[in-house]
């Protein structure tokens, strides 16, 4: 399996509070991607990272942001988490941006916000 | 991305090779079909892809027709573990525009 770890794996929150999920990575990929899933939708893009300091967003992206630093953590913020941000969240790697490149999951965070 | 129509579920019998089908009829010619699977509460792991050629890995084998409009996943000798939800999708790309999009997937169930 790729070296994928993602922390907290549950967090319950309330509305209004900021919420950080970390993801962290050891295959030294150049990509990196956060994925929500909800019951109905299958996984939808969040936003995606292709290097250090350079990301751009998916199809989901409002009221999230995120950061990478270093190459090995992707970093995904709720600056004021809302009800309808209750989901899984998953994120992925991959090495190359070509048309046969594999995304592997991390093993996903349950955020519960109340 | 072409769109993909998967059957919602299947089962099969452990020991017995497990077919999963995938109609993508508007696929385009730089558009390679992957397949990925999930287990339940697990991240999505992936299992296959192709373009047109028939392919094999240590998981499974995937099937596409002549006309790529559809393909078969095949899990040759299914087991219990393999029970999950199978995401077929149909990506163009390049670049990491080229996301994955999930549809509703198969459920498998193998049953013993």
């Known amino acids: 399996d790729a070296g994928i770890t993602q922390s907290p794996r549950h967090k319950v929150t309330e509305t209004g509070t900021p919420v950080t999920l970390r993801c962290h990575q050891t295959?030294?990929?150049?990509?990196m991607y956060w994925y929500r899933q909800d019951p109905g939708h299958g996984l939808r893009l969040i936003h995606y990272?292709?290097?250090?300091?350079?990301?751009d967003k998916g199809e989901v992206s409002d009221g999230y942001s995120v950061s990478r630093s270093k190459t090995e953590d992707f970093l995904l913020t709720l600056e004021s988490a809302t009800s309808s941000q209750t989901s899984v969240y998953f994120c992925?790697?991959?090495?190359?941006?070509?048309?046969?490149?594999?995304?592997?999951f991390g093993p996903g965070t349950r955020l519960t916000v109340l | 991305d072409a769109k993909t129509t998967q059957p919602p579920s299947m089962d099969c019998a452990e020991g017995r090779a497990a077919n999963l089908p995938c109609n993508h009829s508007?696929?385009?010619?730089?558009?390679?079909v992957y397949w990925y699977r999930q287990i339940h509460s697990q991240g999505p792991q992936y299992i296959i892809h192709?373009?047109?050629n028939n392919e094999t890995n240590e998981m499974a084998s995937l099937i596409i027709t002549e006309d790529r409009k559809s393909s078969t996943l095949i899990l040759p000798h299914a087991t219990l573990r393999d029970t999950a939800v199978y995401y077929c999708?149909?990506?163009?790309?390049?670049?990491?525009?080229?996301?994955?999009?999930f549809g509703k997937g198969i459920t498998l169930s193998v049953r013993p």
């Open positions: 990272s292709y290097g250090v300091k350079d990301t």
């Open positions: 192709g373009l047109k």
């Open positions: 508007t696929i385009s010619g730089n558009e390679y």
């Open positions: 992925a790697i991959s090495e190359s941006e070509g048309l046969t490149d594999t995304q592997y």
């Open positions: 295959e030294n990929h150049r990509y």
């Open positions: 999708i149909v990506r163009v790309g390049p670049g990491a525009n080229s996301k994955l999009t």
